[in-house]
C-alpha cells in the first residue's frame, strides 16, 4: 500500500488547508487511517484518526474542534479539514493507515505511512 499526502502550503494564522492522502489501491474498508505530524526537532506526534467506516474519530488535544478528519473508501481517500491554523500547526503530515478498524492514537499501531505534505503557518 502506498499513500500520498498532498495539499500543504503557506497559509497565514486563522487560515485554513485542507490535506488529501490517496491511497495506491482502494482503502481498505477495515482499516482506520490516521493523520499524524512532525515540527522541526520535535518527535511525531498524533493529529486525528478515523475508524474503517467513519463512524469513529478521535483528535489529539491541541486541534480538537479546528479540525476534521473525514474519509471516502470509495475514492480511496482521507482528508484532514484544518481551520482557525496556528504557527504550532507547522509540521510535516503524515497519512497512515491502521492495522485495525479502529480510531487509534498510537504510531505503532499503523502499518503504512505515507510521504509527508508540509504546512506553514506564518503569524
Known amino acids: 500500500v502506498q499513500l500520498q499526502a498532498s495539499g500543504g502550503g503557506l497559509v497565514q494564522a486563522g487560515g485554513s488547508l485542507r490535506l488529501s492522502c490517496v491511497s495506491s489501491r482502494r482503502l481498505s474498508s477495515n482499516n482506520g487511517m490516521g493523520w499524524f505530524r512532525q515540527a522541526p526537532g520535535k518527535e511525531r506526534e498524533f493529529v486525528a484518526a478515523i475508524s474503517w467506516r467513519g463512524s469513529s474519530t478521535s483528535y489529539s488535544d491541541s486541534v480538537k474542534g479546528r479540525f476534521a478528519i473525514s474519509r471516502d473508501n470509495a475514492n480511496g481517500a482521507v482528508y484532514l479539514q484544518m481551520n482557525s491554523l496556528k504557527p504550532e500547526d507547522t509540521a510535516v503530515y503524515y497519512c497512515?493507515?491502521?492495522?485495525?478498524?479502529?480510531?487509534?492514537?498510537?504510531?505503532?499501531?499503523?502499518?503504512?505511512w505515507g510521504r509527508g505534505t508540509l504546512v506553514t503557518v506564518s503569524s
Open positions: 497512515a493507515q491502521n492495522r485495525g478498524s479502529g480510531a487509534g492514537s498510537e504510531s505503532q499501531q499503523y502499518a503504512y
